[in-house]
C-alpha cells in the first residue's frame, strides 16, 4: 500500500509575490516619525480573495490587537455584510486600508489616514489581487481615493448612488457606532442597500 506523502512544512511551500509584498508592506517605518503609538501596519489579503476592503485606518484597539476589524465597527460591519467572523476571516476577503498603521486622535476623533500609505503600497498590493469580485469602499476617504471624479460630492450621496458603481464596487459609511444617527437619519440604508450589499457580497464570495 503506497503511503500518503507528508504535507509539506510551511517553510517548504513556494512564497508568491503577494507574500513578499505584504511582509514589506508590514514593515514599513514610512510615517513613524509621525504616529503617536508607532508603526503597525494592520492589513491582510491572500490570492484567493474575492471581497476586498478598502477602509479607513485602524483604531487603538485594532493597533493594540493587530487584527483588522477587531472592534464594535467591526461586528456592525459583519453584520452589515452578512458574514460570520469565520468567513470574515478566512481567505476570500482582503483588508487593504487607506492607512494602515493608526494616525492618531484629532479633535473630532481619529486622524485621517496617514497620505504617504495608500499611493505607497496600493499600487503594489491591489493588481495582485486578480480574484477579486468586489471592492467595498468604507468611508469618504476610500470612495475619494478609489473613484476619484466619480464619486458625488457627499458620502451620503455616494452610498444612495450605490447601484452606479456595480458590479464590482460598493461604497459604505463608516460602520462606527457613532454613525449610528446617520444611519437613522437615512432609513433608505436598511430597506435598499444593505440588502443589494448582501446579495453582492453573497455572490462574489460564492
Known sequence: ?????????????????LDTTLDEARACRVCEATLP????PVLRADKDARVLIIGQAPGTKVHASGVDWDDASGARLRDWLGVSAEVFYGPRVAVVPMGFCYPGRGASGDLPPRPECAPLWHPRLLPLLRQVRLTLLVGAYAQRAILGSLARLTLTETVRDYAAYLPDRFP?????????IWQRRNPWF??????ALRERVAAALA
Not at 503609538?37 to 503597525?40: F, H, M, V
Not at 459604505?172 to 449610528?180: A, E, F, T, V
Not at 436598511?190 to 440588502?195: N, Q
Open 172 to 180: 459604505l459609511p463608516h460602520p462606527s457606532p457613532r454613525n449610528g
Open 1 to 17: 500500500m503506497r503511503r500518503p506523502a507528508h504535507p509539506r512544512k510551511r517553510s517548504e511551500i513556494p512564497r508568491t509575490r
Open 37 to 40: 503609538l508607532g508603526p503597525r
Open 190 to 195: 436598511d430597506e435598499t442597500c444593505l440588502p
